[in-house]
């Protein structure tokens, strides 16, 4: 039964990122290695409030993790967790994205 509900909550967890097409552009770009918020909008063309917006919900959910102090305001280096690379390597290879 645990091994269902762990499948459960990654489909959960899959549902949550394939439903914004933001959390899917900062993941990907992520995936190649860490990043800034303004270099992730830069790749990505966003907005930078919408790559600062999934960044917190992706960092809530523990696959994206801040790499440097809380307390730096300019400069914050975000990478993703092995929790957020594992998912991303299913999303993948489900052909969940475009």
Do not use: C
Request: neutral net charge; charged residues 30%.
């Amino acid at each position: 039964m645990s091994n269902e509900a762990d499948n459960t909550d990654e489909w959960d967890e899959i549902g949550f990122v394939i439903s914004s097409k933001y959390r899917i552009a900062v993941l990907e770009t992520l995936a190649t290695g860490p990043s800034i918020p303004s270099s992730i909008a830069a790749e990505t063309g966003l907005p930078i409030t919408h790559v600062s917006r999934a960044l917190r919900a992706l960092r809530e959910r523990s696959l994206v993790e801040l790499l440097v102090s809380k307390q730096k305001k300019k400069g914050r280096i975000y990478g993703m967790t092995e929790r957020g690379q594992q998912l991303w390597k299913r999303i993948e290879a489900e052909g969940l994205i475009d």
